[in-house]
């Protein structure tokens, strides 16, 4: 069983909203980044946004910056990902992760979740 559940995938036209949810038990922010990557067919793992351990700031790739935001509820160690102005080229499986969170949104993941499929397309 993946140590961390992600929900909240689906398909919407380009323009639309999407939020995904990541329970991720166990993995505290006092201790772990938590975060969001995707990966699309025929293209590279990208990080998509993640959240540093200990400060808590928020960081995103420029390719969402703008559009996505990455929250959390620390005390039921949830992290979100709220979704706008979906694009076409934003869908991808979206896995999300604890780890190591840097500046550029891109994170390394030591635990991750199954992934949840995002599909934009009209």
């Known amino acids: 069983e993946a140590p961390l559940v992600e929900s909240g995938g689906g398909s919407v036209q380009p323009g639309g909203s999407l939020r995904l949810s990541c329970s991720a038990p166990?993995?505290?922010?006092?201790?772990?980044?938590l975060g969001w990557f995707r990966q699309a067919p025929g293209k590279e793992r990208e990080g998509v946004a993640c959240?540093?351990?200990?400060?808590?700031?928020?960081h995103y790739a420029d390719s969402v910056k703008g559009r996505f935001i990455i929250s959390s509820d620390n005390a039921k160690n949830i992290v979100y990902l709220q979704m706008n102005s979906l694009k076409p080229e934003d869908t991808a499986v979206y896995y999300c992760?604890?780890?190591?969170?840097?500046?550029?949104?891109?994170?390394?993941?030591?635990?991750r979740g199954q992934g949840t499929q995002v599909t934009v397309s009209s």
């Open positions: 992760g604890a780890g190591v969170c840097y500046s550029s949104g891109k994170a390394d993941y030591d635990y």
């Open positions: 959240i540093r351990s200990g400060s808590y700031s928020r």
């Open positions: 166990g993995f505290s922010l006092d201790d772990y980044a």
